[in-house]
């Protein structure tokens, strides 16, 4: 009884602490909220049929990203999901209280249209792009994380701030 009340309280951990980022990343991927959702549940689902092997693991930061991107991409290949372009504001910062209206309402405007630029680059920008902006996520760690070679990855970035900056 004791060690099934530290593994609830060890998915209710991990659900606070990577909850918001895994519906972004998947988000990222699906373009759709509700189907990130999903996704990021199904990796809650398997991180806690994996509990007792978590000591295992060696990054459990990337190990819970690589899944939910490896989930994410098995929802855009299932025939059941058509990815659909959203108004989101998903990566708006948080702003200060002590900003006037008018800057918030600019600076939102500013997060929304670079956060819809970031969408709309073809998955393999967008994936490196939020991995190493958003999760602060270093090259080595992204390289590792989608099994793609360093330089690979630093082209990428290169390439996807390039259309940004279009």
């Avoid at 948080?94 to 600019?106: F, N």
Wanted: with cysteine; proline share 1%; net charge positive.
């Amino acid at each position: 009884m004791v060690f099934q009340i530290e593994k609830d309280t060890w998915l209710e951990s991990i659900m606070d602490e990577y909850g918001e980022r895994l519906t972004k990343l998947a988000f990222n991927y699906l373009k759709d909220w509700n189907a990130a959702e999903d996704v990021v549940q199904d990796v809650f689902i398997t991180c806690y049929k994996h509990y007792e092997n978590i000591d295992k693991i060696t990054s459990f930061k990337s190990w819970i990203f690589r899944i939910t991107i490896n989930k994410s991409k098995d929802v855009l290949k299932s025939s059941s999901i058509r990815r659909v372009l959203i108004n989101s504001n998903i990566f708006n910062s948080l702003s200060s209280k002590e900003q006037s209206p008018e800057i918030v309402m600019i600076e939102r405007d500013e997060n929304e249209l670079l956060s819809m630029c970031v969408l709309s680059l073809s998955i393999k920008y967008r994936e490196v792009i939020t991995l190493y902006y958003y999760e602060e996520l270093s090259i080595e760690e992204i390289s590792k994380m989608l099994k793609i070679n360093v330089n690979t990855i630093k082209t990428r970035l290169n390439r996807g701030r390039a259309k940004l900056k279009k």
